[in-house]
């Protein structure tokens, strides 16, 4: 069963985010972002369908990273996750007629999502979740709604600005990492750390020349240190970060681009990149295609 909505349900249904009191991303006090919850979501979708369900329930249980600023980061203080990945998912959750505070989320690492998803465990993964074919064979994917790749993060006074600068030069990621084997490529000297967090101290002390990594990770770094830290290079690799949902609700992926489509359309897309990831003084992307979802 494929989402079906009216016309006139389309258009009463997006979302306006509005900002107040930018701050640094990943931090205490940082964006502020409002969401705009559809009423009477329910009655706009198909019986049977996972978002009438939802929107019927109130409630919907969404995997954010915890660790990455910028993307999805939640502090021992925080009431709820912040950064450009939990903005998705308050535009996906308000179309179904649920507000901020009634979204579950749960903390999702790179090795989970596709249990989580398969077991139900969450209803949506928005965790810098890069869509693959293998990936697509398990779990549903739909996106992307952001376009990264690999890039550099530098002191700001850094005389790296282009790739070719990299030669003989220390730079640093998470262990194991196939940044760290696309940088030695590049004839870097690679060094591996447990976390992204040591990796970015390293930079910051000087006892590193640069940090590689997906360039989103990386502006939600600059971001929390913007008069210190800065990202350059054009990206090297690419990676498109896609909404997960299970395979055993189909229907969900129409309506989860048509939604974002709405929100790229409209600037609501545009105003969460702006409030998170656009903290640190990158410009705002276009926003990119969206794949068209496979056939019932």
């Given at each position: 069963?494929?989402?079906?909505?009216?016309?006139a349900?389309?258009?009463?249904?997006?979302?306006a985010l509005?900002?107040?009191a930018?701050?640094?991303?990943?931090?205490?006090?940082?964006e502020s972002?409002?969401?705009?919850?559809?009423e009477?979501?329910a009655d706009e979708?198909?019986?049977?369908?996972?978002?009438k369900?939802?929107?019927?329930?109130?409630?919907?249980?969404?995997?954010?990273?915890?660790?990455q600023p910028g993307?999805?980061?939640?502090?021992?203080?925080d009431?709820m996750?912040?950064g450009f990945?939990?903005?998705?998912g308050?535009i996906?959750?308000?179309d179904?007629?649920?507000?901020?505070?009634?979204i579950?989320?749960?903390e999702?690492?790179s090795?989970?999502?596709?249990?989580?998803?398969?077991?139900?465990?969450v209803?949506l993964?928005?965790?810098?979740?890069?869509?693959?074919?293998e990936?697509r064979e398990?779990?549903g994917?739909?996106?992307?709604?952001?376009?990264?790749?690999q890039?550099l993060?530098v002191?700001?006074?850094?005389d790296?600005?282009?790739?070719e600068?990299?030669?003989?030069?220390?730079v640093?990621?998470?262990t194991g990492?196939?940044s760290?084997?696309?940088?030695?490529?590049e004839?870097a000297?690679?060094?591996?750390?447990d976390?992204?967090?040591e990796?970015?101290?390293?930079?910051?002390?000087g006892?590193v020349?640069?940090?590689?990594?997906?360039?989103a990770?990386?502006?939600g770094y600059?971001?929390e240190?913007?008069?210190e830290l800065k990202?350059?290079?054009?990206?090297?690799?690419e990676?498109?970060y896609g909404?997960g949902?299970s395979?055993?609700t189909?229907?969900?992926?129409e309506?989860?681009?048509?939604?974002?489509?709405?929100a790229?359309?409209e600037?609501?897309?545009?105003?969460?990149?702006e409030?998170?990831?656009?903290?640190?003084?990158?410009?705002t992307?276009?926003p990119?295609?969206m794949d068209?979802?496979?056939?019932?």
């Open positions: 069963m494929r989402f079906i909505r009216t016309k349900a389309l258009a009463v249904t997006g979302l509005s900002l107040a930018c701050g640094d991303a990943g931090e205490e006090g940082g972002v409002d969401v705009d919850v559809a009477n979501a979708f198909e019986d049977g369908s996972k978002m369900e939802l929107a019927e329930s109130g409630s919907i249980k969404i995997g954010v990273k915890y660790d993307i999805g980061f939640k502090g021992a203080t009431d996750p912040k990945d939990p903005e998705i308050k996906l959750a308000g179904l007629g649920i507000a901020p505070e009634d579950e989320w749960e999702t690492i090795d989970n999502r596709e249990p989580f998803l398969q077991e139900g465990q209803d993964v928005i965790a810098s979740y890069s869509i693959t074919d990936r398990v779990v994917q739909a996106g992307p709604y952001y376009v990264t790749g890039q993060l002191k700001s006074d850094s790296i600005e282009t790739l600068d990299v030669k003989g030069t220390e640093c990621s998470v990492s196939t760290l084997e696309n940088i030695k490529a004839g000297k690679p060094r591996g750390f976390t992204y967090s990796c970015v101290d390293q930079v910051l002390s006892t020349d640069a940090m590689t990594t997906d360039g990770i990386l502006l600059a971001a240190n913007p008069e990202v350059v290079v054009e990206p090297f690799s990676e498109r909404v949902y395979l055993d189909p229907e969900m992926c309506w989860i681009v048509e939604t974002l489509t709405e790229q359309e600037g609501t897309w545009a105003e969460a990149f409030a998170t990831l656009g903290q640190s003084g990158v410009e992307p276009e990119p295609a068209e979802c496979p056939a019932a």
